[in-house]
């Protein structure tokens, strides 16, 4: 069993910044499972933000967020973050952690993760 827990989002400002987080836990978990954060708005397929390996070494990004969004991970922690900044009305959604149970390479399709949280809400508007 594996859950998956985003907490974070709310309503900002265009320009204002944002930080999400997602706490892993369950006996199925492994620490060792690249973790990645999606996005999805309405009438939108979810949407491929960035994917973390376990250690932090290996990060990427989706170019809509590069140079914007930063992820991180405390693998102690079973966490990850994301540093939302420069946030614009585009960047509302439900954004979601998911983790990749089988990685044979680094996936940017949702369907390559078999767990997601439930999602938080962010909010981007004046």
């Known amino acids: 069993q594996v859950q998956l827990v985003e907490s974070g989002g709310g309503l900002v400002r265009p320009g204002g910044s944002l930080r999400l987080s997602c706490v892993a836990s369950g006996s199925g978990y492994n620490q060792y499972w690249p973790m990645a954060w999606f996005r999805e708005s309405p009438g939108n397929e979810r949407e491929f933000l960035s994917v973390?390996?376990?250690?932090?070494?290996?990060?990427r990004y989706a170019d809509a967020v590069k140079g914007r969004f930063n992820c991180s991970r405390d693998s102690t922690k079973n966490t990850i973050d994301l540093q939302m900044n420069n946030l614009a009305p585009e960047d509302t959604a439900i954004y979601y952690c998911a983790a990749d149970r089988t990685p044979a390479a680094i996936a940017y399709s949702a369907q390559e993760y078999e767990y997601w949280g439930q999602g938080t809400q962010v909010t981007v508007s004046s």
């Open positions: 973390i390996e376990w250690c932090g070494g290996t990060v």
